[in-house]
Nanobody, 126 residues
Framework: HVQLVESGGGSVQAGGSLRLSCTHS????????MGWFRQAPGKARERVAT????????YYADSVKGRFAISRDNAKNTLYLQMNSLKPEDTAVYSC????????????????????WGQGTQVTVS
């Protein structure tokens, strides 16, 4: 049974930083995809950052490139999203997700390939 639990959201002023954490359990494969996605009110869910866990390759949406960083601590079963230079347009509910290798091996970008999701954490930038 796969579980993903996010933490670390909150309210911050523009230019500030936050670090989101996603503690995960139940994934037995060392090779799969994990990612952070966000959804603002009235907008579709969008990819923020994704990772191939097998080799650690990371990918970022253009809107966050250079400001956000996805990383993981395998010993703690935790995925992180460090967010710097936050902007009001980054305001959204952020969710971490995991996809099996069979679904995401060709591309880790499509949220429809992710079958395990956390509950989400609100990030508000003013």
């Amino acid at each position: 049974h796969v579980q993903l639990v996010e933490s670390g959201g909150g309210s911050v002023q523009a230019g500030g930083s936050l670090r989101l954490s996603c503690t995960h359990s139940g994934y037995t494969s060392s090779r799969h995809c994990m990612g952070w996605f966000r959804q603002a009110p009235g907008k579709a869910r969008e990819r923020v950052a994704t990772m191939f866990t097998g080799d650690g390759t990371t990918y970022y949406a253009d809107s966050v490139k250079g400001r956000f960083a996805i990383s993981r601590d395998n010993a703690k079963n935790t995925l992180y999203l460090q967010m710097n230079s936050l902007k009001p347009e980054d305001t959204a509910v952020y969710s971490c997700a995991a996809a099996p290798w069979a679904s995401c091996s060709s591309s880790p970008h499509d949220p429809r390939d992710y079958i395990h999701w956390g509950q989400g954490t609100q990030v508000t930038v003013s």
